[in-house]
Each structure stands twice: as structure tokens, then as C-alpha cells.
């Protein structure tokens, strides 16, 4: 099993390029996550979906939208990247809430210039 | 709303001596907390978790917390460390019966060394 699949692992972009980060997992999980981490900021997160169909902001969901394809895919874009999106962004999952073990993915490191 | 306060951000000790990460939460309500660990460009791997019961929570790798109420705190101790223990860790809440959202502190850095 691969768990929680995140791609890229790294990416570069220009200030206002667009991309999407992909995130599968292959555990039949319901809720998935994204979060960013920053140094000595912690993980801070962006958006979440509690299940299929739904999706709610997190905490720093300003310049990010998310997409819940299925129940196995929960894609991050990026519209207009700005240097301050410069982040390691990590795909979690949990089987239903987070009174349970989260899974994260290995993350994706990025960088806008 | 809830928070999570990691007043260390750096922890260094020696090999085979004991040592305590702090960490206190702010909630209204009741909560869940965790430990999570992170090595080196590596995602997130649960140590341990409180959710009722017990306050004292065994984790893996020789890891314990103890939730405290009354100080609103869930420390995370070891006896003795191992080169290997060197990592970030993280602790996180959650509100019990409402949403899905965890709320990490801001990490702490144990440096083992020899």
C-alpha cells in the first residue's frame, strides 16, 4: 500500500503562475487535509474535507482553493502564486475525525520567486 | 476557538539522560491531544494521543504524556534518550464532538547528542 501519495515533491514557480498539488490516498479514508509548514510556525492548516463532496476552510486558506475529486484524491491550487506561498505543503488523511491518527504524506516543497 | 503553545522551540540533551517537552493547550471546550514527530524530510508519524480515560498516555519509542486539566498542560517525557529520538516534535488539538480540525503547536527541535 502507498498510503498518502503527494505530488510533486518539489516545484519551483515565477510569481503569479498557477499550479495544483495532487494528494491520493489508497486507505478508503473519508477526511483529508492540507497544511503548510513554515519555520517556527508550525503546520497551519489551509483546507479540509471532512468527506466526499465537502470541503471548509482552514485557518490560512487566502490564494488556495481546493477540489475533493473522490474519496481518494484532494488536489491544492495555486491561482496566482505569490513569494509568500513559499512552503512545505503535506496532504494528511484520517479515517473519519482527528480524535484519530492522522496520515501525512512525504509533503512538497515550494518555492515561488 | 483552540490553541497550542510550545514555549521550547529548541531541546538539546544528552544520550541516555531524561527529558520533558512542554506543551500547553486553550480550549473551551474538552479536547484530544496528541504528539506527532517529524524526521528529517518526512511527514508526520503519530507518538501518542489522549483522548478520555487514563492521564497518562504510553506512545511508541518509550515516549509518555500526562494530561494535566488543571494546568491545561500535556508534557511529553522520555527517561532516557537515544541519537535516534533527534527529530521535530509537534503537539496538536482538537475539540471533542465538533469538526475535524487539528491545531498544531509550533514544534520543538530534540538534538540528542552523544
Known amino acids: 500500500n502507498a498510503g498518502v501519495t503527494q505530488t510533486p515533491k518539489f516545484q519551483v514557480l515565477k510569481t503569479g503562475q498557477s499550479m495544483t498539488l495532487q494528494c491520493a490516498q489508497d486507505m478508503n479514508h473519508n477526511s483529508m487535509y492540507w497544511y503548510r509548514q513554515d519555520p517556527g510556525m508550525g503546520l497551519r492548516l489551509i483546507y479540509y474535507s471532512a468527506s466526499e463532496g465537502t470541503t471548509d476552510k482552514g485557518e490560512v486558506p487566502n490564494g488556495y482553493n481546493v477540489s475533493r475529486l473522490n474519496k481518494r484524491e484532494f488536489s491544492l491550487r495555486l491561482e496566482s502564486a505569490a513569494p509568500s506561498q513559499t512552503s512545505v505543503y503535506f496532504c494528511?488523511?484520517?479515517?473519519?475525525?482527528?480524535?484519530?491518527?492522522?496520515?501525512f504524506g512525504s509533503g512538497t516543497q515550494l518555492s515561488v520567486l | 476557538a483552540q490553541s497550542v503553545t510550545q514555549l521550547d522551540s529548541q531541546v538539546p540533551v544528552f544520550e541516555e539522560a531524561p527529558v520533558e517537552l512542554r506543551c500547553n493547550y486553550s480550549s473551551s471546550v474538552s479536547v484530544y491531544l496528541f504528539w506527532y514527530v517529524q524526521y528529517p524530510n518526512q511527514g508526520l508519524q503519530l507518538l501518542l494521543k489522549?483522548?478520555?480515560?487514563?492521564?497518562l498516555v504510553k506512545g511508541i519509542n518509550g515516549f509518555e504524556a500526562e494530561f494535566n486539566k488543571s494546568q491545561t498542560s500535556f508534557h511529553l517525557r522520555k527517561p532516557s534518550v537515544h541519537i535516534s529520538d533527534t527529530a521535530e516534535y509537534f503537539c496538536?488539538?482538537?475539540?471533542?464532538?465538533?469538526?475535524?480540525?487539528?491545531?498544531f503547536g509550533t514544534g520543538t527541535q530534540l538534538k540528542v547528542e552523544l
Open positions: 489522549y483522548l478520555s480515560g487514563s492521564t
Open positions: 496538536a488539538v482538537s475539540e471533542t464532538g465538533g469538526g475535524n480540525k487539528l491545531t
Open positions: 494528511a488523511t484520517t479515517l473519519f475525525a482527528t480524535n484519530e491518527k492522522l496520515f
